[in-house]
């Protein structure tokens, strides 16, 4: 499956992103923030998790590599991932610090968030960020997440071993009907 916005593709892993997940993640910036990518980030790593998760392709996970079609080359990752149960999906997602700010996590979950609602029988969307972090809290929060409580000393960054109390997140599906309508405009 893949997704082509204005500015972007949402393409499926491929080992080829592996040089590109380098660049992007053997970064402090970005791996700070992150709970499972190890600081130094070597090819090593990225060709393992790569592999490792094209293996375990599950119905309900949704991997994107955010291919940039203007440099040609993978700039970050968005995840989402359905829990049956409670219909429930949760994300998360990195973009290579080069490309910060330029509206790009937005445009690439605007559109595979409104895929998941329209397409699967989801309820709500959650995201946990940690509680400095400022650019993610303000980017969830742009698609409409409303805050929902503090889990105090719940994670651990793997890159810097710091424990991090986190923000818990969520987006209602009659709160996206509402938010979608200024996002795509503005994105399309
Ligand atoms: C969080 C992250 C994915 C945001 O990606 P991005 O493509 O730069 O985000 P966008 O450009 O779509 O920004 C959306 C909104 O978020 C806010 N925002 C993003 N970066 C910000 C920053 N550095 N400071 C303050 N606000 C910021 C802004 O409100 C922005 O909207 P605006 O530009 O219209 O004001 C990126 O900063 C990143 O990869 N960080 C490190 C890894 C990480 O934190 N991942 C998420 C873990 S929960």
């Not at 829990?83 to 998360?92: E, T, Y």
């Not at 330029?102 to 968030?113: L, S």
């Amino acid at each position: 499956m893949r997704f082509s916005t204005e500015r972007l593709i949402l393409k499926s892993l491929e080992l080829s992103f592996a040089d590109d997940f380098v660049e992007g993640l053997n970064n402090l910036n970005v791996s700070k923030n992150l709970k499972t990518v190890p600081h130094p980030y070597a090819k090593k790593d990225a060709i393992n998790w790569i592999k490792k998760n094209i293996k375990e392709k599950k119905k309900t996970k949704f991997l994107f590599g955010i291919y940039l079609k203007s440099e040609k080359k993978i700039i970050g990752v968005v995840d989402f991932s359905i829990n049956k149960d409670n219909l429930v999906a949760r994300s998360g997602s990195w973009i290579n610090e080069k490309y910060w700010r330029q509206g790009f996590v937005t445009e690439a979950k605007i559109v595979v968030i409104d895929y998941l609602f329209k397409n699967h029988k989801i309820r709500k969307f959650f995201t946990q960020v940690y509680s400095g972090n400022i650019a993610s809290r303000k980017a969830i929060m742009k698609l409409g997440y409303k805050k929902e409580g503090l889990l105090r000393k719940d994670a651990i960054s793997k890159a810097t071993g710091k424990i991090h109390d986190v923000i818990a997140l969520g987006l209602l599906k009659e709160e996206w009907e509402e938010r979608r309508k200024s996002l795509i405009s503005k994105f399309k």
